[in-house]
C-alpha cells in the first residue's frame, strides 16, 4: 500500500501496489473473491484487521490505497476503524468516487485512494480533515509513494526512475510491470521499491492487476514465502489460476 503505479498500454489498464509493513504485523492471506451484497470482490486480505488495499470488483473497477495524504502527519491514536475496511466499503460500491466522498472519514487516518472507475482514473486523498479528489488522465502513466514512509526528495528519484523504465518499455507487459516493481533502485535498501529497514518496515508483498476490456486478473506475489497466487476475472466471474 506503499508503492503504486498506473500505465495504459493499447487497450489495457495496469494497477500494481507494493505493500510495505511492520515486520511485527501478521502476514496477509491471498487474493480471492468476496461477496458482499450481490457482487463479487476480489483481493488479498489483512489477517489483523480484515481489510485490503488493492482490489478488483466483479464489474471492472479497481482501486489501490496508500497510507498518508500530502504529507507525513503524526497518528492521532485511537482511530475509529481501519483505513482497510473503509477501503473495502468504498471499492465495494457501485460508484466508488462518489462512495468516496461520501463516506464519514471523522477519526480516520489520513489516506489516498487510486480509483480506476468505468475506465476513468482518480486519485481521492483524506487528510485527516478535508477530502480533495481529482480526476487524472487515464492515458497516461503515474507512480505514487506513500507519504508516511518517503519524503519529496525520495518521491522525486523514484519518479524518475519510473519514467526512465518506461522510456526502455514503452509496452510493457504484466510481468514487466511486475519486476520493475521488484528490483528498481539503486542499492538503498531504506527507499528502493523493494524495501528493507533493518528488518523492521519492509515491502511483504507486490500485487498487479491487469483490466482489460472485458477481462481482468490479479498477480499476487508474497515476498516472506516467495509464493505467486493468481486470479482471474471475466464476464462478470472470478475463477482461480493455477
Given at each position: 500500500?506503499?508503492?503504486?503505479?498506473?500505465?495504459?498500454?493499447?487497450?489495457?489498464?495496469?494497477?500494481?501496489?507494493?505493500?510495505?509493513?511492520?515486520?511485527?504485523?501478521?502476514?496477509?492471506?491471498?487474493?480471492?473473491?468476496?461477496?458482499?451484497?450481490?457482487?463479487?470482490?476480489?483481493?488479498?486480505?489483512?489477517?489483523?484487521?480484515?481489510g485490503s488495499w488493492i482490489s478488483l470488483h466483479q464489474n471492472g473497477n479497481?482501486?489501490?490505497?496508500?497510507?498518508?495524504?500530502?504529507?507525513?502527519?503524526?497518528?492521532?491514536?485511537?482511530?475509529?476503524?481501519?483505513?482497510?475496511i473503509i477501503f473495502l466499503n468504498i471499492i465495494a460500491a457501485e460508484k466508488?468516487?462518489?462512495?468516496?466522498?461520501?463516506?464519514?472519514?471523522?477519526?480516520?487516518?489520513?489516506?489516498?485512494?487510486?480509483?480506476?472507475?468505468?475506465?476513468?482514473?482518480?486519485?481521492?486523498?483524506?487528510?485527516?480533515?478535508?477530502?480533495?479528489?481529482?480526476?487524472?488522465?487515464?492515458?497516461?502513466?503515474?507512480?505514487?509513494?506513500?507519504?508516511?514512509?518517503?519524503?519529496?526528495?525520495?518521491?522525486?528519484?523514484?519518479?524518475?526512475?519510473?519514467?526512465?523504465?518506461?522510456?526502455?518499455?514503452?509496452?510493457?507487459?504484466?510481468?514487466?510491470?511486475?519486476?520493475?516493481?521488484?528490483?528498481?533502485?539503486?542499492?538503498?535498501?531504506?527507499?528502493?521499491?523493494?524495501?528493507?529497514?533493518?528488518?523492521?518496515?519492509?515491502?511483504?508483498?507486490?500485487?498487479?492487476?491487469?483490466?482489460?476490456?472485458?477481462?481482468?486478473?490479479?498477480?499476487?506475489?508474497?515476498?516472506?514465502?516467495?509464493?505467486?497466487?493468481?486470479?482471474?476475472?471475466?464476464?462478470?466471474?472470478?475463477?482461480?489460476?493455477?
Open positions: 500500500m506503499c508503492t503504486v503505479s498506473f500505465i495504459p498500454v493499447k487497450d489495457k489498464f495496469f494497477l500494481t501496489s507494493n505493500r510495505d509493513e511492520k515486520n511485527i504485523r501478521k502476514a496477509a492471506f491471498p487474493p480471492a473473491v468476496y461477496w458482499g451484497t450481490g457482487s463479487g470482490l476480489l483481493y488479498p486480505k489483512d489477517a489483523e484487521a480484515g479497481a482501486a489501490v490505497l496508500l497510507n498518508g495524504a500530502f504529507e507525513k502527519h503524526i497518528p492521532q491514536l485511537p482511530y475509529r476503524t481501519s483505513r482497510g466508488p468516487v462518489i462512495a468516496f466522498t461520501k463516506t464519514d472519514l471523522n477519526n480516520i487516518e489520513p489516506f489516498t485512494l487510486v480509483i480506476f472507475e468505468n475506465k476513468c482514473l482518480y486519485e481521492c486523498r483524506w487528510d485527516g480533515i478535508k477530502k480533495y479528489c481529482v480526476q487524472l488522465k487515464s492515458y497516461r502513466p503515474y507512480i505514487w509513494s506513500s507519504s508516511t514512509l518517503y519524503d519529496k526528495a525520495i518521491v522525486q528519484k523514484r519518479e524518475q526512475w519510473f519514467i526512465q523504465w518506461l522510456n526502455k518499455n514503452p509496452s510493457p507487459t504484466q510481468d514487466d510491470i511486475l519486476h520493475f516493481h521488484q528490483f528498481t533502485g539503486n542499492g538503498d535498501t531504506n527507499n528502493d521499491l523493494v524495501m528493507n529497514r533493518d528488518g523492521k518496515m519492509l515491502t511483504v508483498s507486490v500485487t498487479g492487476i491487469e483490466l482489460g476490456q472485458f477481462a481482468g486478473k490479479m498477480k499476487y506475489t508474497d515476498l516472506t514465502t516467495n509464493t505467486v497466487t493468481q486470479q482471474q476475472f471475466s464476464f462478470g466471474f472470478l475463477q482461480k489460476v493455477a
